[in-house]
């Protein structure tokens, strides 16, 4: 069989002109490369402030205003299930920056996956509002506490790869990282599993319950920069 002759682009006989300008469009495009993965990431940020954004607006039009005093007791129930849906955004907007800004340093395909996994779950929160608002039965809040759980898995698994990409020099960090994860992605598993059984008995209870979620996360978030910033003074 004949081997084909491989043609090799005649670069030497290039002007030195050229050659210049080649060599200058080809450190920019190393440039881009290199420059690719924060960009990423600013995109990503942009997003999800976009897309979080909206699901808190959509998530107060359905707050329908009281007509007469005979449904005013009805508008406040429906006020504080807003208040708890805009609390859970919040928090999830709240831990997507601190993810970004000091664990995915430089995403992957993988992290871009999971979140927009994670966007589009929390789309569907303004749903399951309008839905337990029109009818806060055990088996919306336990729809609503499923959708939930989904979206803290999704972001314990996005904080896990932050963690493991930032570790890969060090086993010890990784064996940090993988016991770290294991027992948040436990911990959610169980406290959400049993809000979601607790759901189907009462509903109204379980409802008020998931208004804690976001503010021990909040606590927690801030009690471990805390404890960072002490560690880097020290």
Known sequence: MKT??????PFESLPPDEQKKFYEVYEQMKQVQRDEPNRLREHLEAFNDAILAIVATIIVLEIKPPIGEVNYAGFLSNLLIFLISFAIIADFWYNLHLLFSFFVIK???LIVILDLCLLADLALMPTMTKWIMSEASGFAV??????????CIIRTL?????FKNMGKESKLLQSVTVR???AQFIGIVILNA??????FYYPKVVM???LATPIISGIMMN???????LDENN
């Open 194 to 199: 049993v809000l979601i059984a607790f759901a």
């Open 142 to 151: 336990m729809n609503y506490g499923i959708i939930y759980l989904i979206a």
């Open 223 to 229: 009690f471990q920069q805390h404890k960072h910033n």
């Open 208 to 210: 008020i319950l998931y």
């Open 107 to 109: 995403p992957d395909s």
């Open 4 to 9: 084909q002759k491989q043609h090799h682009f």
């Open 180 to 182: 770290h994860s294991m």
């Open 158 to 162: 996005m904080q896990y790869l932050g």
